[in-house]
């Protein structure tokens, strides 16, 4: 069964992406076909986990609770992708 690409062609940001279970989340979203920025505090398990999945992710480690760490981020992310997708 291939795998599905319901996020082929569009960008996601992901926060907590590098703990166990935000990795697991990071890489089923990849699978998905989405590009992906990892967010999350810790830098070393934040730049791993986009390492380990590939050129279409970034690692954002930044700290969610700083409002202009979250706007460089989203502008950086729309600049590196060409957009942000948007829902639940």
């Known amino acids: 069964c291939p795998m599905s690409k319901e996020l082929d062609g569009k960008s996601v940001i992901l926060t907590g992406g590098a703990t166990l279970f935000g990795a697991a989340v990071a890489r089923k979203i990849v699978d998905a076909g989405a590009k992906l920025a990892i967010v999350d505090i ?3 398990a934040c730049n791993r986990v986009a390492q380990d999945l ?3 992710t970034l690692s954002y480690p ?3 609770t700083d409002d202009l ?3 460089k981020l989203v502008g ?3 600049d590196s992708f060409g ?3 948007y829902g639940t």
């Open 42 to 44: 810790n830098e070393e």
């Open 83 to 85: 957009g942000i997708a």
């Open 76 to 78: 950086d992310v729309n």
């Open 54 to 56: 590939g050129e279409s």
């Open 69 to 71: 760490a979250l706007e």
């Open 62 to 64: 930044i700290d969610i």
